[in-house]
């Protein structure tokens, strides 16, 4: 009877510390795949910043060429405005 008890409480422990291994494998895998996922998120967090970066610099470069583009205008508009006048005034004599 002392046997058969014994033998009921190893087979207990035995179960019990099967479940144990099993989760310690599960922690370790769920542990892998977390810090793989993390990997993946810096990367993607990488390339984020670096495309932020080209756009600012993209945005610059834009911007830079806006008001080049305008400073001309006003250039042009300042030259053609005196012979506007010019012109008026020549044709009213």
């Known amino acids: 009877m002392l046997k058969l008890d014994l033998k009921?409480?190893?087979?207990?422990?035995?179960?019990?510390?099967e479940g144990v291994v099993s989760l310690e494998k599960e922690k370790m895998q769920m542990e892998t795949a977390?810090?793989?996922?993390?990997?993946?998120?810096?990367i993607h967090v990488?390339?984020?910043r670096q495309q932020m970066k080209a756009a600012?610099?993209?945005?610059h470069?834009?911007?830079?060429?806006?008001?080049e583009r305008l400073s001309r205008i006003?250039?042009?508009k300042k030259?053609?405005?005196?012979?506007a006048l010019y012109h008026a005034s020549y044709l009213a004599i």
């Open 8 to 17: 009921r409480v190893r087979d207990a422990l035995y179960k019990s510390s």
């Open 34 to 42: 977390m810090k793989e996922r993390r990997e993946e998120i810096r």
């Open 46 to 48: 990488e390339m984020l």
């Open 56 to 59: 600012d610099v993209e945005k």
């Open 61 to 67: 470069t834009i911007n830079t060429d806006l008001h």
């Open 74 to 76: 006003e250039k042009l």
């Open 79 to 83: 030259r053609s405005a005196p012979r």
